[in-house]
């Protein structure tokens, strides 16, 4: 419950859900402890610090990879034991090594190679908490095999078409600092953090594409980008639930196109009858394979709404596999790039009420 003092206040109180065991709306409200929390609306927080931030915070180069540590030294990689993250490092090591791979370090939650690849481990720890100890070793195998078979794949000898590529969105600082720039160059900007990419579907993985010279064929990014939107739309269609107007669409685990939906988040509005306002859509994606959006349509849909979105993207983000922003976003209208509004900080989560937001809002409140 988010309670406004008055129309021209600029703090909110609310009830922060810290997540426990993750569940959809509703029912799993009761595996969740409530505190008490400030959420605090400033319009003058400066956006472009918390994305300096943001890649202060990201992955170095792999050229900086630290050395893999010992198992007195590990840092936990969630929602493993150190313990478990020793026997989950030592064993994806190996297993590169049985295959050629020499492992030169770690950059950050990931393996990185002599030969300047990265295989990352959080998914894979996720994964494995809660599967029988037992099983383990398969997994990590065939995880290890299947990405390490794509490291060294050519593009489809002379065939490739449009229909191998798939736009995916990403998180900028999930990419090396040396990435970056190639990945600007032509990258579609969905967030001041959030970008959409080319990725090619392979059988057994996903490729994300850091250039658009495979796209060269196809007119480049430009060219390519309305077929891009076809192949999404043509995919399996998502199970989607509602309630109480918060609507989400959950695709399975290993779909890395859940999320990248929102894309074409206009056109699933619709099909469930519940189009597109004047004011806009809150929407957050927590997964890869999830996407959740409130159409606003009243001034008490934008402070519930921040609300009960942020819990929800909080739990998923912190426990599913294949993790992507516990943020959640403001539409102001289809097709429109997205503005994040929240902010975590140690012991609060701040909302901004700026820009395109902020002039919504300001339509909503009280005369």
């Known amino acids: 419950m988010i309670k406004c003092t008055s129309p021209t206040t600029s703090t909110l109180t609310i ?13 799993g409200q009761a595996a969740f402890s409530v505190i008490r929390d400030k959420f605090d609306y400033d319009s003058h927080m400066g956006l472009i610090d918390r994305i300096r931030q943001h890649r202060a915070a990201a992955p170095q180069a792999a050229s900086q990879a630290a050395p893999v540590p010992d198992g007195s030294s590990i840092e936990p990689i ?5 313990s478990d993250t020793a026997w989950l490092v030592n064993y994806a090591t190996a297993t590169l090594t049985e295959l050629g791979r020499r492992v030169a370090g770690m950059d950050g939650q990931a393996l990185v190679t002599d030969d300047q ?6 998914n894979l720890a996720r994964k494995l908490f809660g599967t029988p100890r037992e099983e383990w070793p398969a997994i990590v195998r065939a995880q290890v095999m299947a990405i390490n078979s794509s490291m060294d794949r050519s593009p489809r000898e002379g065939n490739e078409t449009l229909f191998h590529f798939f736009p995916k969105l ?14 600007e160059n032509y990258a579609f900007d969905l967030a001041p953090d959030l970008r959409v990419l080319a990725s090619v579907d392979n059988p057994q993985t996903v490729e994300t594409l850091t250039t658009s010279e495979r796209l060269r064929p196809f007119g480049g990014w430009a060219g390519a980008y309305p077929r891009l939107l076809d192949n999404l739309r043509a995919l399996p269609a998502p ?8 609507h989400v669409w959950i695709s399975a685990d290993d779909d890395f196109y859940g999320a990248t939906r929102v894309l074409i ?5 619709a099909k469930v ?10 929407v957050v994606m927590p997964t890869r394979n999830l996407l959740g959006a409130l159409v606003i349509r009243s001034f008490e849909d934008t402070v519930t709404g921040v609300s009960r979105l942020l819990n929800y993207a909080a739990g998923q983000f912190a426990q599913r596999p294949g993790p992507l922003v516990p943020h959640v976003y403001y539409q102001a209208s289809a097709n429109a790039t ?3 509004l929240t902010y975590p900080t140690d012991d609060k989560v701040q909302v901004h009420v700026t820009g395109a937001f902020e002039t919504m809002i300001s339509r909503l409140l009280p005369q």
Not at 117 to 122: A, D, E, I
Not at 170 to 183: G, Q
Request: no cysteine; glycine share 6%.
């Open 239 to 246: 199970h989607h639930v509602v309630q109480d107007r918060i």
């Open 170 to 183: 990403m998180y900028l600082a999930d990419f090396p600092t040396e990435m970056r720039d190639r990945i």
């Open 273 to 282: 009858d519940d189009p597109f306002s004047e004011y806009g859509v809150l």
């Open 117 to 122: 690849h990265s295989f990352g481990l959080t």
């Open 15 to 27: 009830d922060v859900i810290k997540p426990g065991v993750p569940e959809l709306l509703g029912p």
């Open 265 to 269: 988040l206009e056109e699933l509005l």
């Open 338 to 340: 997205l503005q994040q």
């Open 78 to 82: 969630p929602p493993l034991t150190a």
